[in-house]
């Protein structure tokens, strides 16, 4: 009698945990879907941010004369026009070269620096677009060195055809700095 009872409490045991089993798989689900989507959206953020840090290496590596390279400059980004993610930075990386102005926009979280983008401000777009062919080489439209509280201001467009404004107002360069840009 007594091995019929633990038989019968052992099945209702398991048919108990299945039941549990099955309940907590459907709550599980949604938290599994969001888990892979949020590790798939890390995981392309990542590999735009390694791009960009490539390009940076680089540059660092290339034989092209560094004038002064200027490190977490806190920096301002509008864009108007056509919706574009890679100039939603807040942080920039800036070389400054005699004939280019490198900008590695940048966000922050936590202390990690996710990179975002490289613009290059140049007049000499064929030699620059040869050597780092995923940058963003656009046409200057407006460089202001003195701007509103001493920041320097950059106005340019991404596409000719379609309308996509972009400004990039960099903050707290030091008057010697501003003298090094010559674009």
Known sequence: MQSKSTSVQSFCADQFILI???KNCVMLFPILIFILFFGFVVLVFWQKSDSIKKLNRQLLESKVIITKEL????CFCFATGKRNHDFRFNKADVY?????????????????KWYKCLVILTHREDIYKEQFPTAQIPKLYKLNLHSFNQDVFIEFQTTPGIYSN????LENLSLEDKQLIKI
Do not use: M, T
Not at 71 to 74: G, H, L, P, Q, S
């Open 20 to 22: 549990i089993f099955e």
């Open 71 to 74: 490190k977490d400059i806190r």
């Open 96 to 112: 400054i070269l005699e004939d280019a102005l490198f900008i590695f926009g940048y966000s922050e979280f936590q202390n990690l």
């Open 166 to 169: 972009i400004e990039i107002r």
